[in-house]
């Protein structure tokens, strides 16, 4: 019996020639990233070493990532404290791959780790956040853990206890027709699994669309994949992960990749042909609660918001600036727009996506986290609405639990932005 | 023995048992003031000490959905809540196993608020009700680390190991 694509990188990491569904195995972990809670996992990192005699030393420095982003720049003096102690802590280990708050190198954990090309195929990552799973998008397998589990990886370098994940292979075919895209695929397939149906489980993706898109499409719906909750979601690593790995992240040398073998046994196969996909919108207060734009269209919102490491992307900014070009936001809307890295709103900025932007209304906000979660900016006031191209809409997100959240694509959101209600795209905004 | 205290729906999200406005907050010992912050009433009387340890919040399916935050199991755990639900969210569960956080995954409960539970090792009892309601063990891999009692204290062991060698 062959492995399917998450078994080659699991036995690969752990030495081994076969690793089978339900193994118990202890992958070497190639990259272990944080954020702000880094703060967090240097706390239960200093309580595992406590009273062992042992200096608390990292086990290598240079598979540790450290991204500031969720609340960049502090918003409060307990944060910045936070953001401090991560500063001290990542010079005192000799941590390299740390993007501190600067607009030429920081941006989203999610876009940094693809940009700076800190994650290549067949490598295992593990993140203190649940998108994590976005960078099975290059072909590693990626996944969420808390900062304890954390701590033990900087410890000892590898991942204690990992049941090798059961694997749903998902084959998309078809051309996506205008304005639909990979996120409108990964919120059919949210509402087709529902959050849980792929809780323990990875979502590996094939078919001649998957193919054909672009990396930052293969993120988005990575990105997603814990939305339907799965371990990892992974598209296997072909000629355009090679091509970004070279062009955009600037890896030089050679990049060994693989896919999964023929005969690999899949707890369960979904054909999806997207020719005949519409726009989806995940409406309050699940992402699995997926209607087709159609039937929401007309719902007022106070609040629009185009950014996240879901899709704050440069063709995402293009698509909005496209779809607002001479056009104004609508009165009593506000649009945000917070694009995913500062490499990408540097870029937007010479494009002129974001001049178009701002003359239609629409507010800057610098590269972070910004809205998604609400903590920081963004927040929502009682009783309004929002539409946003993150991954997320439960009650309280965007910093308010009297408020409601649905998701969309950019084209959505662009087009709302215009009317001031939820509309479809294909219709021109209207 | 203990009473359930607190019973909720599916897809419980980690924004809802530790609201993300919180999340500066990040010490295990500071979190469980914003346990279930937005649920006015619990809330309340889990801060003003009304809630015994041992006490129980029964859930529907896929508690814990949402983002790894570990403050979402810390915050709970500070209250010795235990938590029977009908299926766990992956990393949700991880992190409760790995701060002691006790999870019962059980697929059929039927239980309301005021019932009393009684868990043994592989049922849960409603004595209030008379129902019998089956365990589902939690994932083999992880039985190590419940074991040592969380994983701080299995990891230590194993460095000390590994140091000796
Ligand atoms: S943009 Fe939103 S979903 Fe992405 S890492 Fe930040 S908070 Fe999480």
Same mark, same amino acid.
């Given at each position: ?11 690969? &990491? ?32 200093? #309580? ?32 910045? $404290? ?5 500063? #001290?802590?990542? &010079? ?16 989203? @954990? ?22 994590? $799973? ?26 204690? %206890?990992?049941?090798?994940?059961? $694997? ?53 719906? @990575? ?16 000629? #355009? $992960? ?20 023929? =005969?690999?046994?899949?707890? !369960? ?19 699995? %609660? ?12 106070q609040q629009i918001v185009?950014?996240? @490491?879901?899709?704050?992307?440069? =063709? ?18 506000r649009m945000l727009i ?8 540097? #870029? ?23 809205? @998604?979660?609400?903590?920081? !900016? ?14 997320? %809409? ?5 910093? %308010? ?15 709302? &932005? ?13 | ?17 530790? /609201? ?7 010490? /295990? ?24 340890k041992g006490s129980i ?49 059980? /697929? ?58």
């Amino acid at each position: 019996m062959g492995m399917t694509y998450v078994q080659k990188v699991l036995a690969k &990491a752990c030495g081994k020639s076969l690793v089978a569904h339900g193994d118990v195995v202890e992958p070497e972990v190639h990259l272990a990233m944080s954020h702000e809670n880094g703060a967090l996992v240097m706390n239960q990192f200093a #309580e595992i070493y406590k009273d062992t005699g042992i200096d608390a030393k990292i086990w290598n420095p240079d598979r540790i990532a450290i991204i500031l982003d969720h609340r960049v720049p502090a918003e409060s003096s307990k944060t910045a $404290t936070n953001q401090k102690k991560i500063r #001290e802590f990542v &010079a005192k280990q000799g941590i390299k791959k740390f993007h501190d708050i600067r607009g030429d190198e920081g941006g989203i @954990c999610h876009q940094i780790l693809p940009e700076y090309g800190y994650v290549r195929p067949g490598y295992v990552v593990v993140g203190t956040d649940s998108h994590t $799973t976005s960078h099975g998008a290059l072909g590693a397998f990626a996944f969420g853990i808390g900062a304890t589990e954390m701590a033990s990886v900087w410890a000892l370098g590898n991942i204690l %206890n990992v049941e090798v994940p059961g $694997t749903i292979k998902v084959n998309v075919n078809g051309k996506f027709p205008a304005y639909v895209g990979a996120k409108d695929l990964i919120l059919y397939l949210i509402g087709r699994l529902t959050a849980e149906g792929a809780n323990f489980k990875v979502l590996e993706f094939h078919g001649e669309t998957i193919r054909k898109m672009s990396t930052s499409g293969r993120l988005t719906i @990575c990105n997603m994949s814990v939305e339907a909750g799965a371990t990892s979601g992974i598209v296997p690593p072909d000629e #355009e $992960t090679l091509n970004y790995l070279k062009n955009i992240a600037g890896i030089r040398g050679k990049i060994e990749i693989y896919g999964p073998d023929k =005969d690999a046994e899949y707890e !369960q196969v979904i054909d999806i042909d997207v020719s005949r996909l519409g726009p989806q919108i995940a409406c309050p207060h699940t992402v699995d %609660n997926i209607k087709p734009v159609e039937e929401v269209t007309g719902k007022k919102v106070q609040q629009i918001v185009i950014g996240s @490491c879901t899709n704050g992307r440069l =063709d995402d900014l293009e698509t909005a600036a496209n779809i607002l070009k001479g056009k104004k936001v609508a009165l009593g809307t506000r649009m945000l727009i917070f694009p995913a890295s500062w490499r990408i709103y540097q #870029e937007a900025m010479k494009k002129g996506y974001l001049s178009i932007l701002a003359e239609a209304g629409a507010v800057i906000c610098n590269p972070g986290c910004g809205p @998604c979660l609400g903590i920081h !900016q963004g927040a929502l006031g009682d009783q309004e609405t929002a539409l946003a191209t993150t991954n997320r %809409n439960f009650k309280g997100r965007m910093g %308010n639990p009297n408020a409601e959240v649905y998701l969309c694509s950019p084209e959505v959101a662009a087009a709302s &932005a215009i009317t001031g209600v939820i509309s479809d795209p294909r219709a021109g905004g209207r | 023995m203990g009473k359930v205290v607190f019973k909720i729906g599916n897809d419980v999200s980690t924004d809802i048992i530790y /609201p993300g406005r919180f999340m500066a907050t990040l010490l /295990p010992t500071e979190t469980p003031q914003y346990a279930f912050a937005d649920d006015v009433e619990f809330s309340k009387k889990l801060r003003a000490g009304e809630i015994l340890k041992g006490s129980i919040v029964v859930a529907g399916q896929n508690f814990g959905c949402g983002s790894s935050r570990e403050q979402a199991a810390s915050c709970l755990k500070g209250y010795d809540l235990i938590i029977v639900a009908r299926h766990f969210s992956r990393i949700f569960l991880q992190n409760s196993i790995n701060l002691g956080l006790q999870t019962i995954i059980c /697929p059929d409960i039927e239980a309301d608020e005021g019932n009393e539970l009684e868990i043994e090792p592989e049922y849960v009892q409603n004595k209030t009700t008379g129902g019998k309601f089956k365990i589902v063990p939690l994932p083999k891999a992880r039985q190590a680390i419940i074991d040592a009692g969380g994983l701080v204290p299995y990891t230590k062991a194993l460095l000390l190991r590994r140091m000796q060698k």
